[in-house]
């Protein structure tokens, strides 16, 4: 029985996948029909994922998705402006912004690579929101916000240091970092 819900949480990875999924091909779509306009160049560019990255952040910080603390059938909401809550969304922002700033690709790379530890150290290590509710099972909010800023966040760092990986690939690196939170690092 155990198993099956564990495989269940899984479950609920896939339709993320699927929609991210999508958009990349949208994106692709875009990038190869209408590649030669000026706004798929900006809408696809490093900048851009840069400030989608920025604004999804501060969107985690203002709905508390960025750092929860929710676990067990009792869920609550910590403050908005709790210390934990400033201080990790605060760094994330700040080395996202040195980083994705900074004219040197690979000081800038290496910042933006500090920051994927970082956050993967707070995502596996301090935030909840993965035991929630009478069935334990991960908080939906907390799942997508949180497959998606990790998207974001490696889409970023393959941009900035150049190495132009498929999107597939960052897709499925999500996924999979995703999952082992998920299947292993459940409180």
């Known amino acids: ?3 099956l819900i564990k495989m269940n949480d899984l479950v609920e990875l896939i339709p993320l996948f699927i929609l991210l999924g999508l958009l990349n091909s949208l994106v692709g ?8 306009h000026k706004i798929v160049s900006i809408l696809t ?3 851009a994922v840069y400030l989608l990255l920025i604004g999804w952040t501060a969107y985690g910080f203002l ?3 960025d750092y929860s ?13 709790s210390i934990e809550n400033i201080i990790f969304s605060g760094i994330a922002i700040g080395l996202i912004s040195i980083g994705g700033g ?23 290590l301090i935030k909840g929101g993965y035991v929630v509710g009478f069935g334990g099972v991960p908080s939906i909010e907390v799942l997508s916000f949180d497959i998606i800023a990790l998207t974001l966040r490696l889409l970023l760092l393959s ?21 082992i939170k998920v299947q292993f690092f459940r409180w």
């Not at 603390?69 to 402006?81: A, L, N, T, V």
């Not at 941009?159 to 999952?179: C, D, E, K, N, P």
Request: proline residues 3%; charged residues 10%.
């Open 63 to 65: 709905t508390n998705l």
């Open 1 to 3: 029985m155990l198993e």
């Open 102 to 124: 900074v004219s040197n690709k690979q000081i800038g790379t290496l910042i933006l690579l500090a920051e994927l530890i970082f956050w993967l150290f707070k995502l596996f």
């Open 159 to 179: 941009q900035v240091s150049q190495l132009y990986i498929r999107s597939i690939w960052i897709l499925t690196l999500a996924f999979i970092i995703m999952g």
């Open 69 to 81: 603390q929710q676990w067990g059938c009792i869920i609550s909401h910590e403050p908005i402006f």
């Open 45 to 47: 560019s490093p900048r």
């Open 29 to 36: 779509l875009l990038k190869t029909r209408y590649g030669n």
